[in-house]
Structure formats: C-alpha cells, structure tokens
C-alpha cells in the first residue's frame, strides 16, 4: 500500500500528468484502467485531508487504506502538501 501511495505521490511531486500517473499505475503495478484512476484519486483525497491540518479527516485504515496511506505520509512529510496543493501550505503568521 505505501508503496503504491508513494509511487503516485512522486509522478504527482514530478510533475506527471494524471493520465500519465494512472498509465504508469498500470504498467507498475497491473491495476485496470478505472482501477489506477481509483488508487490516484484515493491517494490525493488523503493528501487533501492531510492538508487541513485536522486529524480528524484521517480516513479509515480499513475502508479507504490508499487515503489513509497518504494522509500519513503527507502527515509526516509536509513536502508532499506543499508539492502538491501548494495553495493549502499554511503561511507563518507575521508579527506587526
């Protein structure tokens, strides 16, 4: 699971088109066409979640575990938000 997470993080860190990312899904992993779609959606719903900041939008282990893989990572590496959904890096507030 991580490594696939991992795997779609880096094409998306890279710059990878997401046709491109769910192609390159396939031919790493042998996952279907709507398959790969799935996983790359999955995995950037949990970079998502991670970018609010809010614990609570950690998704299920068991229900949605690409998510829930991502969201870690994310969590544990704030580089994946910031590469990703730039616009969501919180900004240091500045002192007047």
């Known amino acids: 699971m991580e490594s696939i997470a991992d795997f779609v993080i880096q094409q998306a860190l890279q710059g990878t088109p997401d046709d491109e990312n769910e192609s390159k899904l396939i031919s790493a992993f042998g996952f279907s066409l709507d398959d790969a779609a799935l996983v790359r959606d999955r995995v950037f719903g949990g970079v998502m979640r991670a970018a609010t900041g809010n614990e609570v939008n950690r998704p299920d282990g068991q229900k949605d575990p690409f ?15 910031a590469g990703i959904y730039p616009q969501f890096v919180q900004k240091p507030k500045q002192h007047q």
């Open 67 to 81: 998510a829930y893989t991502s969201f870690e990572l994310a969590l544990q590496n704030p580089s994946i938000i």
